[in-house]
C-alpha cells in the first residue's frame, strides 16, 4: 500500500493542484538537483493576476532558481503601486538570461500622455537623454522640453537593463496614433507646433515601442 502511494505520487501529473512537467526531478536525487529548476528556464512566466505578485515571485526563489529565469512577462490592470515593476534589484550575473516584458495599462494610445510615457521612460527611468532627438529635430523645441525635464525625475523610477516597458495595446494602429498626435496626445500637440514637426519620425518611435519596448 505504501509502495503504491509512493509510486502513484512520482507519477501523477498533478501534485498539490500544479501540473508537474518536470518528471525527470522524481527518478533519483541526481536528476532531481540536476532538473529542479529547468522549467524556469525553458518555460516563458506570465503574471496577469496582480503586478504585486511579481515581488513575492522572486523573493519565493532560491539563488539557483533566480539564475535559471528566463522570459517573464508581466500583463495586469492591477496590484500597480508606486515602485512596482522594477527588477533592478537583481544583478545581471545573477540572472544572465533573464528577460522581462512589461505590458503597463497606464500606457495606452489614447490616454493623452502615451508620448509623454515615451520619454519618461528612456530620460528618467533609462537616463537616456539623447531620446529627445528622436521626437524633434529643432534645437528650440528640444530646449525647452529639456529644461522642463531637467536632469532627473524622482517619481520615474531606474529600471534595470533586462526590462523592457510596452504600450498597453499589443498591436500598433498607426492612423490612430496620427490621429491622437494632432488632436489628444499632449506631447505630440506641442511637438506639431515646432517649425521642424516630423510626424514620420514619431511614427517610427511609436512602432519601434510597440515592437521591441523601451
Known amino acids: 500500500m505504501r509502495e503504491a502511494s509512493r509510486n502513484a505520487t512520482l507519477n501523477s501529473e498533478v501534485v498539490s493542484k500544479f501540473v ?14 540536476e532538473t529542479r529548476a529547468l522549467g524556469l528556464r525553458y518555460n516563458d512566466i506570465w503574471i496577469v493576476d496582480t503586478a504585486l505578485h511579481q ?43 533573464l528577460s522581462i516584458r512589461f505590458y503597463s495599462p497606464q500606457v ?34 528640444q530646449h525647452r522640453m529639456a529644461v522642463s525635464m531637467g536632469p532627473t525625475n524622482p517619481c520615474w523610477k ?6 523592457k516597458w510596452f504600450p498597453w495595446e499589443e498591436t500598433f494602429d498607426e492612423a490612430a496614433f496620427r490621429a491622437v498626435c494632432l488632436t489628444t496626445d499632449r506631447l505630440g500637440l506641442m511637438l506639431s ?7 514620420e519620425a514619431l511614427v517610427a518611435v511609436a512602432r519601434d515601442w510597440y515592437k521591441n519596448g523601451f
Open 55 to 97: 515581488e513575492s515571485f522572486y523573493r519565493s526563489l532560491n539563488a539557483r532558481q533566480v539564475y535559471q529565469l528566463g522570459n517573464i512577462t508581466i500583463r495586469t490592470e492591477h496590484g500597480w503601486v508606486k515602485g512596482s515593476g522594477s527588477w533592478i534589484i537583481i544583478r545581471k550575473e545573477e540572472c544572465p538570461r
Open 193 to 199: 507646433k515646432s517649425p521642424e514637426f516630423d510626424m
Open 158 to 163: 531606474k529600471i534595470s537593463p533586462f526590462e
Open 108 to 141: 495606452r494610445l489614447n490616454n493623452g500622455k502615451f508620448l509623454t510615457h515615451a520619454w519618461m521612460i528612456q530620460h528618467c527611468s533609462r537616463g537616456n537623454t539623447a531620446f529627445l532627438q528622436r521626437l524633434s529635430s529643432d534645437p528650440d523645441t
Open 20 to 33: 508537474v512537467a518536470n518528471q525527470l526531478q522524481f527518478v533519483n536525487r541526481q536528476l532531481h538537483r
